[in-house]
């Protein structure tokens, strides 16, 4: 399969994908001369007459949107969307996890689908919380553990 990733998909996931997802050409919006700047209603269009498959982006207002949700259903592609909520190192931290995680499930999908289909990955939660086990063994000492 050949997957688009859309303009706002950063570079780091880019490497990261390409890194790890062998078995299917990925293709950044950037690297594509003359692509830079295209709009979502041109966008699909374009990369179905390409020959691309997919087109992974963040943008979740997209199909919100009803000429874009339009030129997404006239073009046939499959659309994979990620959520891309939190600033920083540790937004980009989620973004990649959240893609790695999900992605190769999504291409099985959509390898066996008999038509298109729009699918959204969902998020890891970057809360210390949910995110972390901390452990005070002064406090709550694990088995084993040997105080003085």
């Given at each position: 399969?050949?997957?688009?990733l859309d303009?706002?998909?950063?570079?780091?996931l880019?490497?990261?994908?390409?890194?790890f997802i062998?078995?299917?050409?990925?293709?950044?919006?950037?690297?594509?001369?003359?692509w830079s700047?295209?709009r979502?209603?041109?966008l699909y269009?374009?990369?179905a007459?390409?020959?691309l498959?997919?087109v992974?982006?963040n943008?979740?207002?997209q199909m919100?949107r009803?000429r874009?949700?339009a030129a997404?259903?006239?073009a046939?592609?499959?659309?994979?969307?990620?959520?891309?909520?939190h600033?920083?190192?540790?937004?980009?931290?989620?973004?990649?996890a959240?893609?790695?995680?999900?992605?190769?499930?999504?291409l099985?999908v959509?390898?066996?689908?008999?038509?298109q289909?729009l699918?959204?990955?969902?998020?890891?939660?970057?809360?210390p919380?949910s995110?972390?086990?901390v452990?005070d063994p002064?406090?709550?000492p694990p088995?084993w553990?040997?105080?003085?």
């Open positions: 399969m050949r997957l688009l303009e706002n998909v950063p570079s780091p880019h490497r990261a994908l390409t890194a062998l078995s299917h050409e990925i293709v950044h919006l950037l690297d594509l001369p003359q700047g295209t979502d209603e041109q269009p374009r990369a007459a390409e020959g498959h997919v992974l982006t943008d979740g207002r919100q009803p874009e949700v997404i259903r006239a046939g592609l499959h659309r994979i969307e990620y959520p891309h909520k600033a920083g190192l540790a937004g980009m931290g989620v973004a990649i959240t893609v790695l995680a999900g992605l190769p499930g999504a099985e959509l390898e066996d689908a008999d038509g289909r699918i959204t990955l969902r998020g890891v939660d970057p809360t919380a995110r972390l086990r452990i002064a406090v709550t088995k553990w040997f105080t003085s």
